[in-house]
């Protein structure tokens, strides 16, 4: 799968994010810190199990890179990584539907 590269992930630190595992649960929480091998550490995560009727809130918790399937990051911290081209990263996100600048 393609990973987000590690200076976006760097700039999404104390930023909002969801992590979605292979496993089908989703950490939705704040980002506390990352290292290269894209392990992350969350903080006051809620993590949804993968049938999605049952939730529960995590002070914290450090997510493996190798389980992760994909990282959402709000656009607007997208948009102050200059080096990175925000409509690649919008197509491989997956981002809330429909992007374009209206028209």
């Known amino acids: 799968g393609t990973m987000l590269p590690l200076s976006l ?27 290269n091998w894209m392990n992350i550490h969350l903080k006051d995560a809620i993590c949804t199990a993968r049938d999605g009727d049952r939730f529960w809130k995590i002070a914290e918790v450090l997510v493996r890179g190798n389980n992760i399937k994909y990282v959402r990051i709000p656009e607007e911290v997208i948009l102050t990584v200059p080096d990175e081209d925000p409509q690649a990263l919008a197509a491989q996100g997956g981002g809330r539907g429909g992007g374009g600048r209206g028209g």
């Open 9 to 35: 992930l760097k700039a999404a630190i104390g930023h909002p994010m969801l992590v979605e595992l292979k496993t089908g649960e989703t950490y939705n929480g704040y980002l506390a810190g990352c290292d």
